[in-house]
């Protein structure tokens, strides 16, 4: 062999080398391409539907490492639904040292942990929330604001009775799942609220994919190249940590103000999308600036579990509320409720009692039964936009004086990047939200046919929500 090609032997990358090459380059398409899409993709490779959702949650993870506080997540419904099922396939896109999967909490072990191991920029996740009920105090100081950089401390005492100070400011994001809603009010304005499919629709898509991914054997997908891709460009968006300005806040017109956490909310969602897409984006006194994508995109997400935040309730429990009049003189009991919706008299109880914890109905007793009316508490409107026109030139250049100190040129150049829309990007996200539309069509049609001349629940639902519009009116 030639000195030439030993020489050139000597300069090829290892075996090792080569793979981290070739996966840094996969990496590095995804985040410039559309990079929430290829996750979401991934994810409904191991977890059928629930697309949007998955969104969320990847978004709530992203938070984990930002300045800013993070977005906590709450996934109620039913068991066998695929709530934690959802909350694990998410997971497993976070690098390990960026999660921990919990199966229950004590009351001071979070606190504990971290006094012991950095759980900072991590997602920790518990499922089955009814155990960590004696560790509520502890959740209200995990998930209390961090804005002021003052962080929390819990006192509590030691086995000797001794006074013991634990400290608590590392960033987390916290999901919790549950078949029932969070009944404690401070947690409740604290976490978003998220709820799976629970169709008969994607009970059959689930199912064919049992067989599919279970049955046939076809279940290998985090050992794939799209799976090892993604993975490594959510280790690079959370090391990338540069803080998010979104230079149109003040003219985003947000309906529901109602609950002062909800618009902060909203802004993390915003943020993190920024994040997600950093390498498309201008950074701006060394911040990164969110566009008017990242603004629709959170619309669209939020839109998704907008009612569920509004009402702090589950979905089934907004099915009751819909079939529930305003008028106080024309009450229902439980087995109206049953009776029009087609379940059964106690899980008619179960959500009417959800729905008078939030303070969304009455009760009163008549004839030795309960009867339910809606109570004056006005479920708050959707209403997310912004006032674009308002959002000119000068306005962009008030957001920092780095900014207002630019070229003309350069100045016009960012102002278009910001304003322009992203339909054809866009259009992949909406496409879920359509899907869910038609399933839900569907099922109305399945239910006409199953209660033959009677209306199908779904139907009298949207007649008694029509009904109540007009006394509204």
Same mark, same amino acid.
Not at 353 to 358: C, I, P, S, T
Not at 394 to 405: C, F, G, H, P, T
């Given at each position: 062999?030639s000195?030439?090609?030993?020489?050139?032997?000597?300069?090829?990358?290892? *075996?090792?080398?080569?793979?981290?090459?070739?996966?840094?380059?996969?990496?590095? #398409?995804?985040?410039?391409?559309?990079p929430?899409h290829?996750?979401?993709?991934?994810?409904?490779?191991?977890?059928?539907?629930?697309e949007l959702?998955?969104?969320v949650?990847y978004?709530?993870?992203?938070?984990?490492?930002?300045?800013t506080?993070?977005?906590?997540v +709450?996934?109620?419904?039913?068991?066998?639904?695929?709530?934690?099922?959802?909350?694990?396939? /998410?997971?497993?896109? !976070?690098?390990?040292?960026?999660?921990?999967?919990?199966?229950? $909490?004590?009351?001071?072990?979070?606190? +504990?942990?971290?006094?012991?191991?950095? $759980?900072?920029?991590?997602?920790?996740?518990?499922?089955?929330?009814?155990?960590a009920?004696?560790?509520?105090?502890?959740?209200?100081?995990?998930?209390?604001?961090?804005?002021?950089?003052?962080?929390?401390?819990?006192?509590?005492?030691?086995?000797?009775?001794?006074?013991?100070?634990?400290?608590?400011?590392?960033?987390?994001a916290?999901?919790?799942?549950s078949?029932?809603?969070?009944?404690?009010?401070?947690?409740?304005?604290? *976490?978003? &609220?998220?709820?799976?499919?629970?169709?008969k629709?994607?009970?059959?898509?689930?199912? #064919?994919?049992?067989?599919?991914k279970?049955?046939?054997?076809?279940?290998?997908?985090?050992?794939?190249?799209?799976?090892?891709?993604?993975?490594?460009?959510?280790?690079?968006?959370?090391?990338?940590?540069?803080?998010?300005?979104?230079? *149109?806040?003040?003219?985003?017109?947000?309906?529901?103000?109602?609950?002062?956490?909800?618009?902060? !909310? !909203?802004?993390?969602?915003?943020k993190?999308?920024?994040?997600?897409?950093?390498?498309?984006?201008?950074?701006?006194?060394?911040?990164?600036?969110?566009?008017?994508?990242? *603004?629709?995109?959170?619309?669209?997400?939020?839109?998704?579990? #907008?009612? $569920?935040?509004?009402?702090?309730?589950?979905? +089934?429990?907004?099915?009751?509320?819909?079939?529930?009049p305003i008028?106080?003189?024309?009450?229902v009991?439980?087995?109206?409720i049953?009776?029009?919706?087609?379940?059964?008299?106690?899980k008619?109880?179960?959500?009417?009692?959800?729905? @008078?914890?939030?303070?969304? &109905? #009455?009760?009163?007793?008549t004839?030795?039964?309960?009867?339910?009316?809606?109570?004056?508490?006005?479920?708050?409107? @959707?209403?997310?936009?912004?006032?674009?026109?308002?959002?000119?030139?000068?306005?962009?250049?008030?957001?920092?004086? /780095?900014?207002?100190?630019?070229?003309?040129?350069?100045?016009?150049?960012? +102002?278009?990047? &910001?304003?322009?829309?992203?339909?054809?990007? @866009?259009?992949?996200y909406?496409?879920?939200?359509?899907? %869910?539309?038609?399933?839900q069509?569907?099922?109305?049609?399945?239910?006409?046919?199953? !209660?033959?001349?009677?209306?199908?629940?779904?139907?009298?639902?949207?007649?008694?929500?029509?009904?109540n519009?007009e006394a %509204?009116a």
């Amino acid at each position: 062999m030639s000195e030439l090609e030993e020489l050139s032997r000597a300069n090829e990358p290892s *075996f090792e080398e080569s793979v981290a090459n070739s996966l840094e380059k996969q990496a590095d #398409n995804v985040l410039l391409d559309n990079p929430l899409h290829s996750i979401i993709d991934v994810v409904s490779e191991m977890h059928k539907g629930d697309e949007l959702l998955a969104g969320v949650l990847y978004l709530s993870g992203i938070t984990a490492t930002m300045d800013t506080d993070q977005l906590h997540v +709450y996934i109620v419904g039913q068991s066998g639904k695929g709530k934690s099922h959802l909350a694990e396939q /998410v997971l497993k896109i !976070f690098p390990k040292n960026r999660r921990h999967t919990l199966s229950g $909490l004590s009351s001071k072990s979070v606190l +504990y942990a971290a006094n012991e191991i950095n $759980l900072a920029g991590t997602i920790i996740y518990c499922d089955e929330a009814e155990s960590a009920q004696e560790a509520i105090p502890i959740l209200r100081t995990i998930t209390s604001s961090r804005t002021q950089g003052t962080g929390s401390e819990y006192w509590t005492v030691d086995d000797e009775r001794k006074s013991k100070r634990l400290a608590f400011d590392a960033p987390i994001a916290m999901w919790l799942s549950s078949e029932q809603p969070l009944t404690d009010k401070q947690l409740k304005n604290r *976490f978003i &609220i998220i709820n799976p499919d629970e169709s008969k629709e994607q009970d059959i898509e689930v199912h #064919n994919q049992q067989k599919e991914k279970y049955g046939i054997g076809n279940n290998r997908v985090t050992s794939t190249e799209e799976f090892s891709a993604v993975q490594s460009a959510t280790a690079e968006i959370m090391n990338a940590k540069k803080d998010v300005t979104i230079p *149109f806040a003040k003219e985003i017109i947000f309906g529901d103000i109602s609950n002062r956490r909800n618009f902060l !909310f !909203f802004l993390l969602l915003v943020k993190a999308a920024t994040r997600v897409y950093h390498k498309q984006r201008r950074v701006i006194d060394d911040r990164l600036v969110a566009t008017r994508f990242d *603004f629709d995109l959170a619309k669209l997400l939020w839109e998704d579990f #907008n009612e $569920l935040q509004a009402a702090k309730v589950s979905r +089934y429990a907004m099915e009751v509320y819909a079939a529930i009049p305003i008028d106080e003189n024309s009450p229902v009991t439980n087995k109206d409720i049953a009776r029009t919706l087609g379940c059964s008299t106690d899980k008619a109880y179960q959500r009417a009692r959800e729905l @008078l914890k939030a303070g969304l &109905i #009455n009760k009163a007793k008549t004839d030795k039964k309960w009867c339910y009316w809606r109570s004056q508490q006005k479920l708050a409107k @959707l209403e997310i936009r912004v006032d674009w026109p308002s959002f000119t030139k000068e306005r962009l250049a008030e957001v920092s004086k /780095v900014i207002s100190d630019k070229p003309i040129d350069e100045l016009d150049s960012l +102002y278009q990047e &910001i304003v322009k829309e992203d339909q054809t990007r @866009l259009s992949v996200y909406q496409k879920y939200k359509r899907e %869910i539309k038609k399933t839900q069509s569907e099922e109305n049609k399945e239910g006409e046919l199953r !209660f033959g001349d009677n209306q199908s629940p779904q139907s009298v639902v949207q007649s008694t929500i029509d009904k109540n519009s007009e006394a %509204i009116a």
